[in-house]
T-cell receptor, first 113, second 114 residues
Framework: SQQGEEDPQALSIQEGENATMNCSYK?????LQWYRQNSGRGLVHLIL?????REKHSGRLRVTLDTSKKSSSLLITASRAADTASYFCATAPSGAGSYQLTFGKGTKLSVIP | DAGVIQSPRHEVTEMGQEVTLRCKPISGHNSLFWYRQTMMRGLELLIY????????DSGMPEDRFSAKMPNASFSTLKIQPSEPRDSAVYFC????????????FGPGTRLTVL
């Protein structure tokens, strides 16, 4: 079953603008991860946020987690054409089986030069 | 490190044929995952190995699918016989700490079954 659901499904912005993607999930999690996938390539891990964390930064990326709302957001600041890709959130459940990442269907981001 | 290596990158076969996909995980990683990605269903976990032992194969769709990991540096996913609905991109991923850790994905094998 699909755990993480990204929103929007597609996003088109101008280079230099910020991009925000959201993820909602349904069950208790141990952590939530964001991945990027360029067309025709494998997924690349971007950032992991644990259930007891509320915000995390990595370079131009900022991730927030609200466990009470079961939602997360990924903010990419000062976007570049090279950021064009699909972005997926993946949840690791709490308890046994936390190896089992469940991926959403992704947000397709297009950054126009 | 070369990252996760998968072969072949593309495979086109006819219905009924046997297909074998190969994966070499990152050296030192003790966990290996096989995923399938389609437009309709997104990314689905097929099977998870830990220390070469299959731990969870609940995602394997049918008996036509089988996976092995004979040693820490090699795994195969076999489909026999293949069907058109098996057409998808198959990814292998490895992890140092499967429980709660990040996964490193290979480039994938795009399988087309005619």
């Amino acid at each position: 079953s699909q755990q993480g659901e990204e929103d929007p499904q597609a996003l088109s912005i101008q280079e230099g603008e910020n991009a925000t993607m959201n993820c909602s999930y349904k069950t208790s999690i141990n952590n939530l991860q964001w991945y990027r996938q360029n067309s025709g390539r494998g997924l690349v891990h971007l950032i992991l946020i644990r259930s007891n964390e509320r915000e995390k930064h990595s370079g131009r990326l900022r991730v927030t987690l609200d466990t009470s709302k079961k939602s997360s957001s990924l903010l990419i600041t000062a976007s570049r054409a090279a950021d064009t890709a699909s972005y997926f959130c993946a949840t690791a459940p709490s308890g046994a089986g936390s190896y089992q990442l469940t991926f959403g269907k992704g947000t397709k981001l297009s950054v126009i030069p | 490190d070369a990252g996760v290596i998968q072969s072949p990158r593309h495979e086109v076969t006819e219905m009924g044929q046997e297909v074998t996909l190969r994966c070499k995980p990152i050296s030192g990683h003790n966990s290996l995952f096989w995923y399938r990605q389609t437009m309709m269903r997104g990314l689905e976990l097929l099977i998870y190995f830990n220390n070469n032992v299959p731990i969870d194969d609940s995602g394997m769709p049918e008996d036509r699918f089988s996976a092995k990991m004979p040693n820490a540096s090699f795994s195969t996913l076999k489909i026999q016989p293949s069907e058109p609905r098996d057409s998808a991109v198959y990814f292998c991923a490895s992890s140092l700490l499967a429980e709660r850790g990040e996964q490193f994905f290979g480039p994938g094998t795009r399988l087309t079954v005619l």
